[in-house]
């Protein structure tokens, strides 16, 4: 085996071993309830059944496809094999995309090489492989290949850009990404239309056909189980509340230090490439990938479609710098390098095993998996038992925790919801319950009344947040009823 391919096989298994991950998203649990629900009824869900709040909002779900092979897998392959197989589907796609890139522009596999150990370091904080966001980013990633090869002309009608209009199909279906996919496309369209406008004028007939092209990628976004209200539920739920108050799409947190490490090189890198070698690019790639450069300061979201679009100008700017680098060296020297490399990725390799070991025991130890992503399992189970049938009472209506809920509509389908990952966009006649459940624990003590609004009857949360403190130190008709180090739960005091 050369030394090339070596590298490249040892750095496949590495990212393998690091994106695999058990279902430990807090999504996981209402993604899966979803699909089992369409298998076991053979129809969408679309009433909020999951939670007490908003029961009569009906939401057109985007992920309905992502969800039914998210479920499919899971319950009959088990979540090690399922995550396994979304983890090297993902990983390959990742591989070929970029080694497609790099063939394009004869690049250096040193260069190429790096590129693939930052993409995985980054995307394996995604959690990828249990998420629909698993096809979105391989859509992105298809999105992107195809008009870096297809260059836009007015003179001809290249049919390669009619595969928009199936992938759109497919995307519409899988993830609310396809938003983001469709003005690519616009820009792409706007800019190639810019260059060439003379060429557009001059050939009427083909420039009708060739713009009917992102027109019918749009309007097959309307072939879903909910037509047109799958655009009307996106841009009713685009309130820019959510966007300040969930983590993905905040600005990064330079808290967490490896992953903002990760971040600030991903973003150097893109920008010094992009204006590196901005007379290399086509105009669209110019915009798009500075715009969305732009976004990622704002919110971290972005960072993976920078990430994506940021291959292309990395490799043509870095490529030939690292083929003057080389010939600073002799071949004795290059070749201790390399021994070096393979050494290193030898041990990360064994690294990645250690990560790897932990995410399969969360998919097959239940105990492992509830203590690793703190979840409360130990409180929800006292309530419904000890207290519950002691009492003889049903549970009543909870103020859960956020990142709680999709666990819970899992593990716990009788248990009604407050608030849950699905809810943060919700709006119905002006209220949204997301953000009373941020103003209620924000200031507890101006805006306990909403929980009586709601009828709670049981708060179930952390056990140091600032509303269990609240409930807790002041005598404002809650008892806790029950704490560990996960969660505490307090029980009104009735009257």
């Not at 029961?55 to 779900?61: G, L, Q, R, V």
């Not at 060739?210 to 019918?216: D, F």
């Not at 080389?326 to 070096?340: C, D, E, H, I, P």
Request: a positive charge.
């Amino acid at each position: 085996m050369s030394f090339w391919r070596g590298a490249f096989v040892l750095l496949f298994i590495f990212s393998v071993l690091i994106i695999f991950k058990g279902p430990g998203d807090p999504d996981f649990g209402w993604h899966y309830k979803y699909g089992e629900y369409m298998v076991e009824h053979r129809t969408l869900l679309r009433a909020n059944t999951f939670s007490y709040t908003f029961p009569d909002y009906e939401w057109a779900n985007s992920y309905w496809v992502s969800e039914l092979l998210l479920y499919l897998t899971h319950r009959y392959l088990g979540s090690f094999l399922a995550g396994l197989l979304f983890t090297l589907v993902f990983v390959a796609a990742v591989f070929l995309f970029i080694f497609a890139l790099a063939q394009k522009v004869a690049a250096s596999r040193v260069v190429v090489l790096f590129l693939l150990l930052l993409a995985f370091l980054n995307f394996s904080a995604y959690l990828i492989p249990v998420r629909p966001l698993v096809f979105s980013t391989i859509f992105l990633m298809l999105l992107t290949l195809l008009f870096i090869k297809v260059p836009l002309t007015f003179d001809r009608v290249d049919k390669k850009l009619f595969l928009l209009i199936p992938l759109f199909l497919v995307w519409a279906n899988v993830h609310a990404d396809f938003v983001l996919g469709l003005f690519i496309v616009l820009i792409y369209y706007f800019a190639g239309l810019l260059g060439e406008f003379s060429a557009a004028r001059k050939n009427y007939l083909k420039t009708f056909v060739i713009l009917t092209v992102p027109l019918a990628a749009w309007l097959v976004t309307l072939v879903n189980p909910y037509g047109a209200t799958l655009w009307l539920t996106l841009l009713k739920e685009s309130n820019p509340f959510q966007f300040s108050h969930i983590a993905e799409w905040v600005p990064v947190n330079p808290g967490n230090l490896t992953y903002f490490a990760l971040y600030c090189v991903v973003i150097a890198l893109a920008t010094f490439s992009l204006v590196g070698v901005r007379n290399k690019l086509t105009l669209w790639y110019v915009l798009v990938l500075g715009f969305f450069i732009i976004l990622s300061f704002r919110s971290q979201y972005f960072l993976r479609l920078v990430l994506v679009l940021g291959i292309m100008p990395t490799l043509l700017y870095w490529s030939g710098i690292a083929g003057l680098f080389t010939n600073f060296f002799t071949q004795t020297v290059l070749a201790k390098m390399r021994k070096g490399l393979i050494i290193v990725l030898v041990f990360a390799v064994l690294a990645g095993g250690f990560v790897f070991v932990g995410q399969v025991l969360q998919c097959t130890d239940q105990a492992f998996w509830v203590k690793r992503q703190g979840y409360p399992k130990a409180a929800i189970d006292y309530m419904l038992s000890e207290y519950m049938l002691s009492k003889n009472k049903t549970p009543g209506n909870v103020f859960n925790w956020y990142g709680w809920g999709g666990y819970m509509i899992w593990q716990y389908p009788n248990i009604k919801t407050f608030v849950d990952g699905r809810m943060p966009s919700w709006r119905e006649g002006g209220k949204s319950v997301f953000e009373d459940y941020v103003t209620v624990l924000d200031s507890p003590k101006n805006n306990l009344a909403i929980l009586s609004r709601y009828n709670v009857t049981w708060v179930l949360l952390p056990p140091d947040s600032g509303l269990s403190e609240y409930l807790r130190t002041n005598n404002v008709g809650w008892k806790e009823l029950y704490k560990d180090d996960i969660a505490s739960i307090f029980v009104i005091i009735k009257e």
